[in-house]
C-alpha cells in the first residue's frame, strides 16, 4: 500500500526542480518573548538567596510585615506534626491533649540546641545562644497549638520568636 | 543560474541583518539561571518577643517610666473586643463568617488619636482562634499604629 502510494505520489508530481532556497529561522518572537521572561526574571531575582525553606504541606499565613527572616532554628506546626529543624518531636493529637502549657519532646530537642549552640558559642565569640527561634505554622492551627510552642519556646530560653509568613504587596 | 542569483542579491539587498545569534545565546544562559534562582513565594517573618527573666524586669521599669497605655484585644470565636482604661468600646461580632477588621482598626484609631505614643496592644486569642486570623489581627494593630504587639492567653 505505501509503496503504491508513494509512487502515485511521484506519478503525480514528477521531478521536482530543486529549489535553491534559504531557510531562516523566524527568531524574532521568540527573542521578544525572551526579552519579556527576562525582565520579569531580573525584577523578581534577589541576591540574597532563600533562608528559609518552607515544606510542602504547610501553608503559611500571608501579612503585610516586611521584616526579612534571619537564619535561626525553626519549628514547624503543621496539622499532625511539632518539628523542630525537619525532625518530628510531637504529633499534634498529642499536643493538644497535654494539660499543661509544656511540649516534653519539643523541649528536649530545644534544650539540645540550646547547649550545642551555647558549647559553640563558648568557642568563637561570634556564634552563640541568641535566643532566636522561628515558628513556621500552618494557617488553620488553633491558638491553643501555638500557645504551647511559644511557651515551651520561652521556657527553655527561646524568646526572640520570629513567626513566619508570606508576603503580600 | 548561481551567479544570476548572486548578482541580483548584491545589487538589491543593501539592509543588513543585525547577526543575533550571540544575543540568543545569552538568553538561553540567563533565562534557566534565573528561573532556578525564582523566588515565588517571598516571606516574611513577624517578630514577637516574650519576657525574659533578665529583661522582663527592665521591660515593667519602662511601663512605669512612660506611663503606658493598657490596650487589650482580645479576638473571641464571635468577634473581636477592645479594652483600655478610658474608652468603653462595644464588641464587635462577626459578620457572617468574618471577623470585622475594619470597625477594629477604626476603634484601634480612635485610641491612638487620644494617645499618640500608645505603641503597644496585647493581643489575647480564645484558644480555639485560628492562627490565619491571630497573624490578620496583628497586621491591623501594625496598620492603626501599635507596632509592639504581644500576645497573651
Redesign the interface.
Known sequence: MNTFNGNAKFMLYPRRRKKNVQVSLKLTSMIDMFTILLVFLLKSFSAEGQIVTVSQDLRLPESTAQKSPEPASTIAITEEWVLLDGEQVAPVNEVMSLNKLMIPGLADGLNNLKTVSETVGQMSGEMGFTGQISIQGDKEIPYQLLKKVMFTCGQIGYNDILLTVTKIE | M?LK?AMNRTRSQDDVDVN?IP??NI?LL??PF??L????????????????LG?GAAAQEEIKQKNLILVILSIKEKGFQVKSPGFKFDPLNKIGTQYNYNELKNQLKQIKTRHGHAEDIIIS????????I???T??QC??AGFPNVS?A?
Not at chain 2, 125 to 132: L, T
Request: charged share 25%; glycine share 2%; no cysteine.
Open positions: 548561481n542569483n543575533i544575543v540568543m538568553f540567563l533565562i534565573l528561573l534562582t525564582a523566588a515565588f513565594v517571598k516571606i516574611a517573618v513577624l517578630e514577637i518577643s516574650l519576657p525574659s529583661r486569642p480564645e484558644s480555639k482562634v485560628k492562627y490565619d491571630i497573624i490578620k496583628m497586621d501594625r496598620d500576645l492567653g
